[in-house]
């Protein structure tokens, strides 16, 4: 494909974004890339809210009401919006995300985050394993059919410090009764991230140029990821890792904790009969038990790389997320209600 360059576009062509929009900016990972975003000083953010929301939003975003089933208000909100980031609720309606879309090709929006934050959605395989996991490609086919907006997409694993406080379905840790699942032989290693580098790595993406200016700019621009997955992460750990971190944070002991073993396999299967049965929650352990499948697709660092020098993103600290999360469980949080 040859290359674009900002020299070529029309005249009014702006070669960087200012203007973005977000649906859910109040939100567990809404509300970090919001923040991010405004500490460059580059953006305006608009939060499209609807009514009725109790979410706090960060000081200096611009509100404006919106129905997701009232197109028109989609709309009216999304014009001159140079991007949008979609981040929804895991219980918002199936076709929600799709009505932004379609509002936003027609308020002439040129890209777009869809709401995929998490696994690698491109890994088909992986997708078509873990139930619901098949439609996170829906959007990337609808904005590239409509043809009016790009899509870039950010893989970063599981959230580190939201996933440790969500007990044993999801890391296998049980603080309270300290008591440790490790899957298979604790020892598969996965990508995560935090959600500060979620921010960092969003406000980098949408602060660098649209396209290279001429043949001579060597400058990476966000056309590297036109409808391409940005993959980025803070850590490549393994279960062990995690606890070998919370020992050094909390000073415990192996002979403080109770541990266990169990085939990464055998609780994948348990999560899809329990869920079958019509247990909800038990689709955490789903997700979380196959990402950690040997050779399973939760290390996608090692079969894709990461853009985290391209973004210059720095190195993160362990220990220093474990003690975030420490603080989180101390106080009460609860990622699945977002309550702390």
Known sequence: MATTYAKDQPADFKNEIRQIAIT???????KPLAEALLKTGKHTITALTRAGSQSTLPEGI??????????????????????LIITLPVKTAPDTQSKIVQAAAKAGVKYIMPNVWGCNATNEELTSSVPHWEHLCDPFREIEKIGVSSWVALVNGFWYEHSLCLGPSGFGFDFAAKKLILFDDGETKINISTVEQCGRAVARLLSLKVFPEDENDESVTLSRWFNKPVFVSSFLISQKDMFESWKRVTGDTDEDWSITRESSSDRFEKGLEMVRNGNPAAFVQTMYSRLFFPNGGGDYEHEHGLDNEALGLSKEDLDTSTKVAKAMLDRGYNYMTNRH
């Open 62 to 83: 611009r509100s404006v009401p919106v129905t997701y089933d009232d197109e028109s208000s989609l709309v009216s909100a999304l014009t001159g919006q140079d991007a």
């Open 24 to 30: 859910g900016a109040g939100g567990s990972i809404g």
